[in-house]
């Protein structure tokens, strides 16, 4: 019968060993060939089963079987082997396989992997080949938005990545900025000026203007207040002795001279007064 071979002296059939094979009938005490032929790489002799691990291992006792089985995916074999390897980390392969091959970059995979490797998650990526259980995540000024990356995005000028393994950067909050690629936190504008969310610099606020103390807005000075230079963080009061009513409608309080002296005949003792 097939799956044997003739003993030494071709009087009786034996079974063939582990890791071999014979499609051709033995035939008693006359056979056809004096021994069985290794199992082809990527399959494993017998009868075999994938265990609760992914290993390919026998059912137990003799390979005495007439065909080789395939090696399931994310296994492998050499020829003559009478069971298959499961694929170690950061390798793969399909069913039937002689070797099991390292993942691309931008993949990785487990042990016993299957064919195709996993692409690397959003926030992560693989710079290398043969990356095993897990790719590294993106470090801080960095983002991955799709899978599959070798290499993390560094984010923009305006933005900011503060922890590791992002998908996407963060815009900068009103009143901070980031000039640089790859932020890993914004900075504070300066006292005196502003800016607005995800913006690279920071603005001064004009003559006749103040920050506002949180510095996202210029405010006007108004009646009996100035501002003669630019980028001031408040108004300066008009002193004792002169005032100013207009609330800033008719022209910018920008320079000393917007405080008008006292009429002869009246007089202001305090600063900052409209009249």
């Known amino acids: 019968q097939s799956g044997q071979h003739p003993n030494s002296d071709a009087s009786s059939c034996v079974d063939c060993g582990a890791g071999t ?19 082809p790489a990527g399959s494993c002799g017998g009868d075999c089963h994938i265990n609760g691990v992914g290993n390919c291992a026998p059912l137990g006792g003799e390979y005495s079987y007439d065909l080789c089985d395939s ?28 070797i099991c091959v390292s993942c691309d970059e931008g993949k990785y995979s487990s042990v016993g992997s299957p064919s195709p490797c996993t692409e690397c998650e959003v926030g992560k990526f693989a710079d290398t080949k043969n990356t095993a259980n897990s790719c590294r995540p993106c470090n801080e000024g960095t983002f991955a938005e799709v899978v599959g990356l070798t290499l993390c995005e560094s984010c923009g000028v305006g933005k900011y990545a503060g922890q590791k ?9 009103p009143g901070r900025y980031q000039g640089s690629l790859g932020g890993k936190e914004c900075d504070p504008c300066n006292s005196g000026e502003i800016s607005q969310a995800a913006s690279s610099s920071c603005n001064a606020c004009e003559k006749g203007k103040k920050e506002n103390g949180v510095r996202t807005a210029c405010e006007i000075c108004t009646y009996g207040s100035f501002a003669d230079i630019v980028g001031s963080s408040s108004c300066q009061l008009c002193p004792p002795g002169r005032y100013n009513s207009d609330e800033n409608t008719l022209s910018k309080h920008d320079e000393p001279g917007d405080c008008l002296v006292c009429e002869a005949g009246n007089y202001q003792e305090n600063s900052g007064m409209k009249e």
Request: charged share 15%.
């Open 71 to 98: 090696c399931a995916a994310g296994t492998s074999s050499s020829a003559g082997s009478p069971s298959c390897t499961e694929c170690e980390a950061g390798k793969s392969s399909p069913e039937g396989a002689e």
């Open 165 to 173: 393994n992002l998908d996407a950067c963060e815009s900068c909050q």
């Open 21 to 39: 094979y014979s499609a051709v009938n033995c035939g008693g005490s006359v056979g056809f060939k004096s021994s069985c032929d290794f199992c």
